[in-house]
């Protein structure tokens, strides 16, 4: 490993030094990232992460490769030709014999309905701007809110008592939806997803529409009509 390629600036933490990411053992940590790399690097990582369901293996600028799974780092990227001791103490504290082994499998995910159009903004700059679809999804107890964006990223919305809530591979996140009449709008984090009422698609330029900040709403009962109203 290329003594630049990778940073251990402490115990747990590895950090990728030509990408400018920070990993610990729950994956790519967007507040490692500010901490060692500024608001910058974690701003575009927070945008690469989103949508995304939490990663279970990471793979850095020198090949090596980390299974959060197994809690084992391998030299040879996706060969996993040998287990790296040095990357699985630093990242898991364990060493190469003692980390579990364990395998998840996706959650299946029901087909994609309710046609919208969507634009998603990071700090007033478009990210994503075009169809997407909605639906409910139930695993076991719990029931989320989707978003399905024709890029592929998800949306997981849930109501946890009387707070609604995003999950996604950048961490778990207060949100919140106000009603905009001709669309609904979703705040977390830096993010404004602007989700359209109606199936037909919206006017605007190439962009998309670009809609005035709302004043948030609470996540109480009227948060639940308007989920109740925009889901099908």
Same mark, same amino acid.
């Given at each position: 490993?290329?003594?630049?390629?990778?940073?251990?600036?402490?115990?747990?933490?590895?950090?990728?030094?030509?990408?400018?990411?920070?990993?610990?053992?729950?994956?790519?940590?967007?507040?490692? +990232?500010?901490?060692?790399?500024?608001?910058?690097?974690?701003?575009? /990582?927070?945008?690469? /992460?989103?949508?995304?369901?939490?990663?279970?293996?990471?793979?850095?600028?020198?090949?090596?490769?980390?299974?959060?799974?197994?809690?084992?780092? *391998?030299?040879?990227? *996706?060969?996993?030709?040998?287990?790296?001791?040095?990357?699985?103490?630093?990242?898991?504290?364990?060493?190469?014999?003692?980390?579990?082994?364990?395998?998840?499998? =996706?959650?299946?995910?029901?087909?994609?309905?309710?046609?919208?159009?969507?634009?998603?903004?990071?700090?007033?700059?478009?990210?994503?701007?075009? =169809?997407?679809?909605?639906?409910?999804?139930?695993?076991?107890? *719990?029931?989320?809110?989707?978003?399905?964006?024709?890029?592929?990223?998800?949306?997981?919305?849930?109501?946890?008592?009387?707070?609604?809530?995003?999950?996604?591979?950048?961490? +778990? *996140?207060?949100?919140?939806?106000?009603?905009?009449?001709?669309?609904?709008?979703?705040?977390?984090?830096?993010?404004? /997803?602007?989700?359209?009422?109606?199936?037909?698609?919206?006017?605007?330029?190439?962009?998309?529409?670009?809609?005035?900040?709302?004043?948030?709403?609470?996540?109480?009962?009227?948060?639940?009509?308007?989920?109740?109203?925009?889901? =099908?």
């Amino acid at each position: 490993m290329a003594a630049r390629a990778a940073d251990f600036p402490r115990a747990g933490v590895i950090c990728d030094a030509p990408r400018q990411v920070c990993f610990d053992r729950q994956g790519p940590s967007i507040g490692l +990232t500010r901490i060692y790399y500024g608001p910058g690097a974690s701003n575009r /990582l927070l945008a690469q /992460l989103s949508g995304s369901p939490p990663q279970r293996e990471f793979q850095l600028s020198s090949g090596q490769l980390c299974d959060l799974n197994q809690q084992l780092c *391998w030299d040879g990227g *996706w060969r996993r030709r040998n287990v790296n001791p040095l990357l699985s103490r630093q990242l898991f504290g364990l060493s190469p014999t003692t980390g579990p082994a364990m395998g998840t499998a =996706p959650a299946p995910q029901p087909p994609p309905a309710g046609e919208r159009q969507c634009q998603l903004m990071q700090r007033g700059l478009t990210v994503f701007s075009g =169809p997407c679809r909605l639906y409910r999804q139930n695993e076991t107890v *719990w029931k989320y809110y989707v978003v399905q964006m024709d890029n592929g990223k998800l949306h997981r919305f849930q109501r946890r008592a009387s707070q609604l809530v995003l999950s996604d591979a950048t961490g +778990t *996140w207060p949100a919140f939806i106000a009603d905009r009449g001709s669309a609904v709008q979703f705040r977390w984090s830096n993010l404004l /997803l602007d989700v359209s009422r109606s199936q037909q698609a919206r006017g605007g330029g190439p962009d998309g529409v670009v809609p005035p900040t709302p004043t948030p709403r609470s996540t109480g009962e009227t948060g639940q009509d308007l989920l109740d109203d925009i889901f =099908p």
